[in-house]
């Protein structure tokens, strides 16, 4: 444990639990078509952490996805009850993307950007101090120094 306490979260049925062992590196909220219909909901909170912080125990079954804009994905999910745990998106080279509400305290991540709120529900407001961006942003400017530093620093020395 380097940098917080371990984080715990799991599915709803308590088969499957995890641990990220690290501090994770960015939070978002992503309100484009795909995640609706993934949560059936009007968006996603998506937590990433370097994939060699995050233990999973459990049975968990996985899925191919692929966005509508074509990018690839595999969602993990607990066999018994369904919760989608989270995703490996190809695009996230060393990285895992942890769905921040099956964390047991998530209030402690709230989204640090929302991403494609050009498809955002009308009804939904989000009050004016959030970093919104109509599509995607541009991680070197966004995130902030530290988790980008530490993520260069594991891509450099990834395990191959
Ligand atoms: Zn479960
Ligand atoms: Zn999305």
């Known amino acids: 444990m380097k940098n917080t306490q371990s984080l715990k979260g799991g599915c709803i049925c308590g088969q499957v639990k995890y641990q990220i062992t690290d501090k994770p590196l960015f939070t978002q909220a992503c309100h484009c ?16 952490v370097l994939e060699n912080t995050l233990m999973v125990e459990g049975e968990i079954s996985s899925t191919k996805l692929t966005a509508g804009s074509g990018a690839a994905s595999r969602a993990f999910f607990c066999t018994k009850c369904g919760t989608y745990v989270y995703t490996d998106y190809d695009s996230a080279v060393g990285r895992l993307t942890v769905r921040t509400k099956t964390l047991e305290d998530p209030d402690k991540f709230p ?21 919104c961006f109509e599509e995607m942003y541009d991680a070197k400017t966004t995130w902030p120094e530290e988790s980008l530093k530490r993520y260069s620093e594991y891509l450099k020395n990834r395990p191959k």
């Open 111 to 131: 989204p640090q950007a929302h991403i494609f709120v050009k498809d955002k529900d009308p009804w939904l407001n989000l009050s004016e101090d959030v970093n």
């Open 33 to 48: 078509k795909d995640c609706k219909v993934i949560t059936g909901s009007s968006y996603v909170v998506n937590t990433s």
